[in-house]
């Protein structure tokens, strides 16, 4: 079983830049493929980013241009570097496993293990 543990949520003005850590434990977490979601109040989860175990990395387009997605692989960890926030960036951010590896990797289902979340709040 993979584990996931997110952090370095906040409160942030718009602008403003935040990296979000998600930290793997457990079997396999080398070789899966992680990702990022984020939900925020009254919709649904919604795909960010994607980095696979090649360091390929995939990205919603609200995502490209100011979030970069890497992973260090000896820390068992991924990382969401997010500049220029924006209010509408205000949301609760999962980091999920896809252990099958299987494509595509901006879908919830695909996902089979989940942390529990951590909130980014961007004033404007």
């Known amino acids: 079983q993979v584990r996931l543990t997110e952090s370095g949520g906040g409160l942030v003005q718009a602008g403003d830049s935040l990296r979000l850590s998600c930290t793997i434990s457990g079997r396999t977490s080398s070789s899966a493929v992680i990702g990022w979601f984020r939900q925020a109040p009254g919709k649904e989860r919604e795909f960010v980013a994607a980095?696979?175990?090649?360091?390929?990395?995939y990205y919603a387009n609200s995502a490209m241009g100011r979030f970069t997605i890497s992973r260090d692989n000896a820390k068992s960890t991924v990382s969401l570097q997010m500049n220029n926030l924006k209010a509408e960036d205000t949301a609760i951010y999962y980091c999920?496993?896809?252990?099958?590896?299987?494509?595509?990797?901006?879908?919830?289902?695909?996902?089979?293990?989940w942390g529990q979340g951590t909130q980014v709040t961007v004033s404007s």
């Open positions: 999920a496993a896809d252990r099958s590896r299987s494509p595509p990797w901006n879908i919830e289902a695909e996902y089979d293990s």
């Open positions: 980095v696979t175990w090649t360091e390929s990395t």
